[in-house]
């Protein structure tokens, strides 16, 4: 694999810089628009090999790749498209004595350096690369070290698309070299970042010291609440596709299961069985529907966090093993435990199939402990009185807060954590902010 030195950065932040003050500075609002509609058509001519590329690269089952990931890479660069031509800033009234225009402009920030992690490497890029680009920056993206091929491709769409030369970089390379190295760059004005917690807290101490422009989107616990009064039938589904969707390698896996008290064994009961019956195989067979972990540091990791979790004392109710009979790969089985709030288990971001469930008896007690963490990505509530839904959406300290479901994404809603999930938001007109500055003009007219 070529990975990309310093030496490389500088290269791709003097074409980027190029393109800001060539072709690309000059190209209009419409045609930007044109060239990311054009991109979206062509993704889904490619979502073929495109969609083989990222399942075999990250281990995601391949019908998962086909129904979430490759349309909503496409719907992004659609979504952009059509705000390229709508980023305006306002004419203001001044009070001032005397006349004077005064009016705002929403410009590019310029050069953004886009790094992302390995667990949905396309769709994640087109999260940066469509809202940047709608706004006329030029982007350098860094795909993950294990997980670059859908980038590379879509490179290739990207120049086939007309995208003139320096728009776009794209540099695969280790992020404690070619992302360490964007990061500190001064030709960089911006990073967007997508990973860990512990990467993105060394990333706002680095790119703090010049004050470059940062937007995070980090790591998560994200509780998962079923009432009562749910119907418990689709809660429990609910509950399963939160957590063992993208193997638990999710950033928003509903990873703290919390279960009224009474009802606590039977929601055990039918989560041991639902994921008894996962198939776990292949990622490019089309009836797996649950993938290999990414690596071997990954199963390692997984796998020890369930070892310390038992260890600690949580039940462990069903699975907690490599699953060697799926297949020559990092399989772990879907996993489930009761546990404990202050357990590891409970608290940590685990990032492969392992489920906690926590029970309780008083809903004011459960807000509170649902929101006991240095996160907030995203939360569920489950229940048959939507009104109780919404009072305890409004409640949770959440970037996202589904009810009555779990996922759903979409390019015109806004994305991002709360607490230590991140800063800024990605998607919808939100996205937009982040990536052009406000330029106020003053024009004397006397
Ligand atoms: P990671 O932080 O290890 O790596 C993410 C990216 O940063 C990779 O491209 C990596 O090469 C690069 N990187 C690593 N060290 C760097 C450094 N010192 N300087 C600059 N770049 C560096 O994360 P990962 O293991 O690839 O992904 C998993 C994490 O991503 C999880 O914590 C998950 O929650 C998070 N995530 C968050 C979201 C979200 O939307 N909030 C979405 C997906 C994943």
Redesign the pocket.
């Known amino acids: 694999m070529q990975l990309a030195s310093s030496g490389d950065v500088d290269l791709a932040v003097s074409a980027a810089q190029r393109a800001l003050n060539g072709v690309w500075g000059e190209t209009t609002p419409a045609e930007r628009g044109r060239l990311l509609w054009r991109l979206a058509d062509l993704i889904d001519e490619h979502a073929d090999i495109l969609r083989q590329l990222e399942s075999l690269d990250v281990g995601k089952p391949v019908m998962e790749t086909y129904v979430f990931d490759l349309p909503l890479t496409s719907d992004h660069f659609r979504y952009f498209a059509g705000w390229a031509t709508k980023i305006t800033g306002q004419s203001i009234p001044s009070s001032l004595p005397g006349e004077a225009l005064c009016y705002t402009r929403h410009e590019p920030v310029g050069v953004v350096a886009a790094?992302?992690?390995?667990?949905?490497p396309l769709a994640?890029a087109a999260w940066k690369l469509a809202p940047a680009l709608a706004c006329g920056n030029a982007v350098i993206l860094?795909?993950?070290?294990i997980t670059p091929l859908t980038a590379l491709y879509l490179g290739e769409l990207m120049l086939e698309a007309g995208f003139p030369s320096g728009a776009v970089g794209i540099l695969p390379?280790?992020?404690?070299v070619?992302?360490?190295a964007?990061?500190e760059h001064a030709g960089v004005d911006k990073v967007s970042?997508?990973?860990?917690?512990?990467?993105?807290r060394?990333?706002v101490q680095?790119a703090g010291g010049n004050f470059k422009r940062v937007t995070l989107?980090?790591?998560?616990k994200s509780p998962n609440i079923i009432l009562p009064d749910a119907n418990i039938s689709d809660a429990i589904g609910g509950a399963m596709t939160a957590m063992f969707f993208n193997q638990g390698?999710?950033?928003?896996a509903g990873s703290r299961l919390y279960v009224p008290k009474a009802l606590k064994a039977d929601v055990l009961e039918q989560l041991a069985t639902r994921a008894a019956g996962i198939v776990q195989g292949l990622s490019l067979d089309p009836a797996t529907q649950m993938g290999p972990l990414v690596s071997q540091v990954q199963l390692e990791r997984v796998l020890g966090f369930v070892e310390r979790g038992v260890t600690a004392g949580a039940t462990l109710v069903t699975g907690g093993s490599r699953n060697t009979s799926a297949g020559a790969g990092y399989f772990v089985q879907p996993t489930v435990f009761s546990a404990a709030d202050d357990l590891e288990l409970s608290r940590e971001?685990i990032?492969g199939p392992v489920l906690t469930v926590l029970e309780y008896e008083d809903i004011d007690d459960l807000v509170t402990r649902a929101n006991d963490s240095v996160y907030g990505?995203g939360a569920g509530v489950w229940t048959a009185d939507v009104k109780t839904g919404i009072r305890i959406a409004h409640r949770l300290k959440a970037g996202t807060v589904w009810v009555n479901g779990w996922g759903m994404l979409e390019a015109s809603m806004p994305?991002?954590?709360y607490k230590q999930?991140?800063i800024g938001r990605?998607m919808g007109s939100y996205a937009l902010q982040h990536y052009t500055e406000v330029k106020s003009v003053w024009v004397n007219l006397l």
């Open positions: 790094i992302v992690p390995w667990n949905f994640i860094k795909p993950s070290e390379g280790l992020g404690a070619t992302g360490a964007l990061v970042f997508t990973g860990s917690t512990r990467v993105g060394e990333i680095k989107e980090l790591g998560g390698e999710a950033c928003v971001e990032f990505l994305w991002g954590g999930s991140g990605e």
